[in-house]
């Protein structure tokens, strides 16, 4: 299919304030169809980025020419999300292009900054795991790696939060409603995904399985997003697939004469890629997101083989130049997948497919949580993919039989291992299919990954022990220094140079200016900058205001009884009733920021951003706090609303209970930003502890160890907590003695009694004491400014190890063996 031809451009890509001036007004003019003295912030930053993308795409035709000639391996990363955020000014910046941008939009009136804000945010993920897909992306080009994101073009990405009365609403975000510029459509690249049908048990093939026939077909239409690594030379590509109904399949509905049928089964086509699922955590069991999950592996592995089938002549040497990694068992399928089209599409032997199979795929852990872990009916699989199904009944099969051979007559452990669960309801275990099919198994911290060694697949790592290892995230530098946080890196680049960008550990020169009294000045000066930056856009954009002389006491992500902002705000209330109650004056004036979403279904953590705004109420307005306790609630968290809060940040906020957070990534981004961190030993808050040293970070509460010999010997008592320290007792009384629920009495009896009755699986009260203890000795250490500029110096020196640069280099070496070209 040929595309038709646009109108001739005065150039194609803009190297001058002259070029890119008139291909500004080529793009305003002729393609919105515009005045340019009319357009709008919104038009102008669509026509500034068509402009900056005809860089980009020459530059992905050269980064693809010296990919083809080095014959290299490909990575293909398959995620259910990524959350990009905004993309005009981290292109700018990575092409250079920024002060260009500025003097041309000076003749609009307009400047850059403006110009960026109007950009929507791609809000393509959750959280955590749809952002470090991003970081990797940037990483990958950023090393000039051949590593590419698979993905689902969601209409709807992350829907908006509002408060309303201190309750969480949503609203949908309809992100492709308006123009996306750095999405390409490959409709040369379009395939087919087949659904339903059945095996016919009466016919064989070849490879000894009965054909799946009667199948549906939906089409999935790729659109690519150009991704461009730190200095512009390699630019690799995210592509993301729209569900479209098929052609044939229009035919087929619209001939059976039901017309009004035959439309409802078309728009059923396209709602598979409408919406991102909103959940986080709890796991639905709904066949649309099966269906989705399917969608993203079958055109991801279709289009893989097709690239490869056209450098090489056969997929014999598929796995010469071909990793997929599964950004967690939502892509999981692609094993089954690949099995199939390997055997019956072409031709493979169970052997060779297995081999291929298992030495392509490599499978990521995001989560302990066992109520995150996905598990997929049977009945429903028969329904929806009856083929991969079977094959998932064969790959069990001859795994069992590795399990018989290693632990003979062992029933038990077979049943523990099998893919398949024997519940109520019969049902595949993910983890175990992505396990079984992969050649590495991999956690996100060092403590996260020798969890899911010991406790979440112990017998699986004693079958494989050399498959699982361990990657600790990291995050982009660019977007979380250089682009979020300008002050800081202008004094970085004075001080250590510039090299830094693409090689953090070099921020360790910076520790010898932690006891410089100019530099000091200068590091406390850019924070102060961040945060009156900060107050201004929470002011225009909520009305909240912020003092930015008080301490910035931040706790942002998504909403969730295991991440504990519950321990923080009741650990607020403490110290709002020492004031109002025990006439204790505040030696710190204080802001405790909260920002995040809960899923729309979780009911506890919605009731938790109700008394968060609830308390902000009270708090906000008591005379006898004049001001040096302020609680806020910033509506709205997302990519780009975090650049903007965490390097206006002095205290960060990691306070999960021990075991249950993966890594966290947040973690990290404060850090760097010249933050200290208070938290718990979880997730890559131990390692961020090895790197800066215990004096440089505050660390309370139980440990995994203690938590898990609590769960074990059900020694956590909430009763007594509450019973024997007054402190404790006096905060959750407040709680049901409606000080906080004016107007709605007992909307807090719920926190309340989930608090006592046994409900507190996160283990609230054993933490609370330690937690207060420890905010006492911050506040001692914040009025010691000079004390305090020190460790948030070192703190930043010292954040080299988080770079996702590193995990992406550990990533090719280790698991990938992709190389830079
Ligand atoms: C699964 C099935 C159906 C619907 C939704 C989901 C689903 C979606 C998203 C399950 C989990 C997620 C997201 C998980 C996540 O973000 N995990 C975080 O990953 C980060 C990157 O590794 C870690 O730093 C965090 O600790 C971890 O919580």
Known sequence: MSKPLSAPVPVSTPVTAKDLDALLHFYLNYVAGIRPAQASKHDICNALSLAIRNHLIDNQFVTEDRYQKADSKRMYYLSMEFLIGRLLASNLHSLGLEKLAQEVLQKYGVTLQDIEEAEPDAALGNGGLGRLAACFLDSLASLDMPGFGYGINYEYGLFKQHIDHGYQRESPDHW?????????????????????????????????????????????????IPVVGYGGRTVNYLRLYSARSSNEFDIQIFNGGDYIKAVEEKIYSEKITKVLYPSDSCWGGKELRLIQEYFLVSCAIRDILNRHLEQNNSLDNLADKTAIQLNDTHPSLSVAELMRV?????????????????????????????EALEKWPVALLQHVLPRHLELIYEINRRF?????????????????LSLFEESHEKQVRMAHLAIVGSHSVNGVAALHSKLVQTRLVPDFFALYPERFNNKTNGVTPRRWIVQSNPSLTHLFNDTIGTDWVLDLSQLKKLEQYADDAA??????????????????????????????????????????????????????????????EDGKTPEVAKTCIF??????????????????????????????????????????????????????????????????????????????????TVGTLDGANVEILEEVGKDNIYIFGLSTEEVEQMRLQNSYISKEYYQSSPAIKRILDSLVDNRFCRGEPGIFNPIFDMLLDGGDYFYHLADLESYIAIHQQIDEEFMQEDLWTRKAILNTARMGKFSSDRTILEYARDIWGIQSA
Not at 554 to 576: A, G, M, P, T
């Open 400 to 416: 069992l039989m590795e399990v018989e051979a290693f632990w003979p007559g062992d029933e038990n452990r077979q049943q523990i």
């Open 595 to 676: 920002a995040g979403k809960a899923a729309p279904g979780y009911v506890m953590a919605k009731l938790i951003i109700k008394l968060i705004n609830s308390v902000a109420e009270v708090v906000n307005h008591d005379p006898v706090v004049g001001g040096m306790l302020k609680v806020a609630f910033i509506p709205d968290y997302k990519v780009s609303l975090a650049e903007k809060i965490i390097p206006a940040a002095n205290l960060s906020e990691q306070i999960s209970t021990a075991g249950t957070e993966a890594s966290g990534t947040g973690n990290m981004k404060f850090s760097m930003n010249g933050a200290l």
């Open 342 to 370: 390997l055997m019956d599409e072409y031709g493979y032997e169970w052997k060779d497919a297995w081999e291929t199979t298992q030495a392509c795929c490599a499978y990521t852990n995001h989560t302990l949580l066992p």
């Open 176 to 224: 492709l409603h308006e123009d996306a510029p750095w999405l390409i459509e490959r409709s040369e690249a379009t395939c087919n995904v087949p659904l339903y049908g059945h095996i016919d048990h009466n016919r064989k093939c070849n490879n000894g399985f009965g054909p799946w026939v009667d199948w549906q077909t939906i089409v999935g239409v790729p659109f690519d």
């Open 519 to 580: 530099f000091q000045r200068a590091f406390a000066q850019a924070k102060l900058d961040n945060k009156e930056r900060l107050a201004q856009v929470v002011r225009e954009q909520s009305g909240i205001m912020l003092n930015p002389a008080s301490m910035f006491d931040v706790q942002v992500k998504r909403i969730h009884e295991y991440k504990r902002q519950l321990l923080n705000i009741l650990r607020v209330i403490h110290e709002y009733l020492r004031i109002v």
